[in-house]
């Protein structure tokens, strides 16, 4: 059976809340709150499907009612949930405070333990290595998780696209992210990851400096978002390039990253040089932003010069 792309990572539950008015970070705010599915890698695997192209998702649920609503809503949206181990008390989550201009205002996260995927792993993963289309893989999660995964990928000669939930544990597997083909991070997160002030700097000083600490890291290729003012790419060959953003109304920023790694590996898993990646993630992610929910509304494939049927891929 065809796997599509896999994607690997964990299931958060998502707290947020919104203020009717001016945010006052010391004061009582009225709004409302909302519960939703989240998570990176839950995300992205809803994004995905949401472009009509049938992923595998690798994560963990609890065996309450929540769980079994996660599970339910991603098989309605045609992911495929077979290889998902169901063990009490396994899904993270995450308690965020918007404010009214949308941006997050301060978040705090409960990690899940992603180890139970070693057995899924060790039982399944020739099966759904050798029949996917390439993975997506949360590279901050537990160490000899991401370690199996990259083995069976490298064994079955499967492309991998990293989306980063915590940047400061990915930064201690550097060794790690040189077997990574396209490393997807933001400003913030690449000046983690290169230990300096990335911020501060403006577009040109990233694509300047860009391309030789890419090189001198030995990373394949790097992605770094710049929120409003687009995203740079450079490879470890000296290519380098830039794709701005799209201009929306911002309602809520929460799952655009996720989306716009969605984009980038359905571009680079179907066809689509980096560049057209870049694009397809970029309009993902400013459909997010558009909304309050944390994941893209349903595109066709044909929206992107995807033909899915040479894929394999049935989007009826």
Not at 153 to 170: D, E, F, L, P
Not at 185 to 198: S, T, V, W
Not at 222 to 238: F, P, S
């Amino acid at each position: 059976m065809r796997k599509g792309i896999v994607v690997v990572g964990a299931v958060f539950v998502d707290i947020k809340g919104y203020p009717d008015d001016l945010y006052v970070p010391t004061g009582r705010n009225i709004g409302r709150i909302d519960y939703v599915h989240g998570g990176v890698a839950r995300n992205v695997v809803e994004d995905i499907a949401n472009v009509e192209l049938r992923p595998t998702y690798l994560g963990i649920v609890d065996d309450g009612p929540l769980g079994a609503a996660v599970v339910q809503k991603l098989n309605n949206h045609k992911v495929n949930t077979e290889y998902m181990p169901v063990v009490p008390d396994s899904m993270g989550t995450w308690l965020a405070v918007f404010d009214h201009q949308g941006d997050l205002a301060g978040s705090i996260s409960k990690r899940p333990n992603m180890l139970p995927l070693l057995e899924v792993l060790e039982k399944h993963g020739d099966e759904i290595f050798a029949n996917c289309d390439s993975v997506v893989l949360e590279v901050d999660i537990e160490k000899d998780v991401v370690k199996e995964v990259i083995s069976l990928a490298k064994k079955h000669g499967k492309k991998i696209t990293a989306v980063v939930s915590n940047m400061g544990i990915a930064a201690q597997r550097r060794d790690l992210l040189q077997s990574i083909d396209c490393i997807i991070c933001n400003q913030l997160e690449a000046g983690i990851l290169f230990a300096d002030d990335y911020e501060s700097k403006s577009v040109e000083e990233i694509r300047e400096i860009l391309p030789g600490k890419v090189k001198a890291a030995n990373y394949p290729c790097l992605i770094v978002t710049l929120g409003a003012d687009g995203a740079v790419y450079a490879d470890k060959e000296g290519n380098t390039g830039f794709c701005p953003a799209r201009k929306v109304q911002v309602k809520d920023t929460t799952g655009a990253g996720d989306s716009y790694c969605a984009g980038v590996a359905i571009g680079l898993t179907y066809g689509k040089n980096m560049e057209e990646a870049m694009n397809i993630g970029t309009t993902l992610a400013a459909s997010v932003i558009a909304s309050y929910d944390n994941v893209c509304p349903r595109f066709m494939p044909a929206e992107f010069g995807i033909d899915a049927a040479a894929y394999g891929v049935d989007v009826e």
